[in-house]
T-cell receptor, first 111, second 116 residues
Framework: GQNIDQPTEMTATEGAIVQINCTYQTSGFNGLFWYQQHAGEAPTFLSYNVLDGLEEKGRFSSFLSRSKGYSYLLLKELQMKDSASYLCAVSSGGGADGLTFGKGTHLIIQP | GAVVSQHPSWVICKSGTSVKIECRSLDFQATTMFWYRQFPKQSLMLMATSNEGSKATYEQGVEKDKFLINHASLTLSTLTVTSAHPEDSSFYIC????????????FGPGTRLTVL
């Protein structure tokens, strides 16, 4: 079966750093994605990891350990607009397969 | 980034009616599109994979006769919710892979369906 776990909610302070963890058990693995979703809107792509290690893109970084079935999304210099849900998703097959999403982590940024 | 549009963005209908939702890839051709459903405060659940020129592949538990999918061209897929009921009220989102990309899916803006 497919199982993706991430915390339901996290709170952080503006200007600080926050790490959102994701663990997965899937029947196959062809990459892990992080998406940002604001309420009532569609998800927007943040990052993609298929090999172990850290991928850095501006204020956002994503890490993957395939042997541990583990990933995290790191957000630096938090801004109020970063308040959103962050979705961890796994591709079990190739590009012709849909994604399996975790339930999302609702991130609240406080002044 | 790649652009995917959906129409309508929201719709309210009476129970028993059918509703059609369109998904278009605006600046690339998509041989495969995906339809997801998201209930409030829950994550996206894949409903079906829409393949251009062939039948859609439905996930377990999704009724193919209720959720009709047509992928008429490389830029258009439609989802028709037939005989809609209040429990079908949800946020329906489509996505598509850009062929030259790493496999990330680009999502449409979503369609909020409310069945009275």
């Amino acid at each position: 079966g497919q199982n993706i776990d991430q915390p339901t909610e996290m709170t952080a302070t503006e200007g600080a750093i926050v790490q959102i963890n994701c663990t997965y058990q899937t029947s196959g693995f062809n990459g892990l994605f992080w998406y940002q979703q604001h309420a009532g809107e569609a998800p927007t792509f943040l990052s993609y990891n298929v090999l172990d290690g850290l991928e850095e893109k501006g204020r956002f970084s994503s890490f993957l350990s395939r042997s541990k079935g583990y990933s995290y999304l790191l957000l630096k210099e938090l801004q109020m607009k970063d308040s959103a849900s962050y979705l961890c998703a796994v591709s079990s097959g190739g590009g012709a397969d849909g994604l399996t999403f975790g339930k999302g982590t609702h991130l609240i940024i406080q002044p | 980034g790649a652009v995917v549009s959906q129409h309508p963005s929201w719709v309210i209908c009476k129970s028993g009616t059918s509703v059609k939702i369109e998904c278009r890839s605006l600046d690339f051709q998509a041989t495969t599109m995906f339809w997801y459903r998201q209930f409030p405060k829950q994550s996206l659940m894949l409903m079906a994979t829409s393949n251009e020129g062939s039948k859609a592949t439905y996930e377990q538990g999704v009724e193919k006769d209720k959720f009709l999918i047509n992928h008429a061209s490389l830029t258009l897929s439609t989802l028709t919710v037939t005989s809609a009921h209040p429990e079908d009220s949800s946020f329906y989102i489509c996505s598509a892979n850009r062929p030259q990309g790493v496999g990330e899916q680009f999502f449409g803006p979503g369609t909020r369906l409310t069945v009275l």
